[in-house]
């Protein structure tokens, strides 16, 4: 069974478009989070939300927006797709706030 | 500044060899203490972690971890490198104190790890 799971593993698109990525964990956490990893494979975070409030939103562009529709699920939405958007998204979630985080596989955005 | 560092970009061993990752921190008071690992086209995974007590933490996959207040270090160390622990290896902490939790996780920049045969 897949604790973290998102879709797609892959996304191209061209560059303007709106995208989504989607995240879902069945391990009762409730905690989910959204990391960036650049090219040279640095992690930052982008969004974290506990119980379904947004805890955090680091300087990121108003063009990504997350939606939680319940504690379980949080998705990804990006608006007007730059070049510099292309990177791997990784979903994570923890139970409570103590930094032992599980990770999806990745979405890799290739933005044309 | 708050930072957590990664010396070695990369390190190369032999199948068999012992391996040690060094992890350095920058932060007033010592924070909560992770490694993870990503093999290639995965996600990240917990390897251990340290919160307090015991400086040595063992962790999964044959991986420990020392805790060293005086040098502001948690190397991870593995007695037997295997093939399969060709990876990219990632120290990250938490700061303690104040308002926050895991939101504040900050990664250092990984140290991708070789295994030649």
């Known amino acids: 069974d897949t604790a973290v799971s998102q879709t797609p593993k892959y996304l191209v698109t061209q560059m303007g478009n709106d995208k989504s990525i989607k995240c879902e964990q069945n391990?009762?956490?409730?905690?989910m989070y959204w990391y960036k990893q650049d090219s040279k494979k640095f992690l930052k975070i982008m969004f974290s939300?506990?119980?379904?409030?947004?805890?955090i939103n680091e300087t990121v562009p108003n063009r990504f927006s997350p939606k939680s529709p319940d504690k379980a699920h949080l998705n990804l939405h990006i608006n007007s797709l730059e070049l510099g958007d292309s990177a791997v998204y990784f979903c994570?979630?923890?139970?409570?706030?103590?930094?032992?985080?599980?990770f999806g596989s990745g979405t890799q955005l290739s933005v044309l | 500044a708050q930072s957590v560092t990664q010396p070695d970009i990369h390190i190369t061993v032999s199948e068999g060899a012992s391996l040690e990752l060094r992890c350095n921190y920058s932060?007033?008071?010592?924070?909560?203490l992770f490694w993870y690992v990503q093999s290639p086209g995965q996600g990240l995974q917990l390897l251990l972690k340290?919160?307090?007590?015991?400086?040595l933490v063992q962790g999964i996959k044959g991986f420990e971890a020392e805790f060293k207040r005086s040098q502001s270090s948690f190397n991870l160390r593995k007695p037997s490198v295997h093939w399969s622990d060709a990876a990219e290896y990632f120290c990250?902490?938490?700061?303690?104190?104040?308002?926050?939790?895991?939101?504040?996780?900050?990664f250092g920049k990984g140290t991708k790890l070789t295994v030649n045969p």
């Open positions: 994570a979630s923890s139970q409570g706030r103590q930094g032992s985080l599980f």
């Open positions: 391990l009762g956490h409730d905690t």
């Open positions: 939300y506990n119980n379904k409030e947004l805890i």
């Open positions: 932060y007033g008071a010592t924070p909560y």
């Open positions: 340290y919160f307090s007590g015991d400086t």
């Open positions: 990250a902490v938490v700061p303690r104190g104040g308002q926050g939790g895991s939101e504040k996780l900050v």
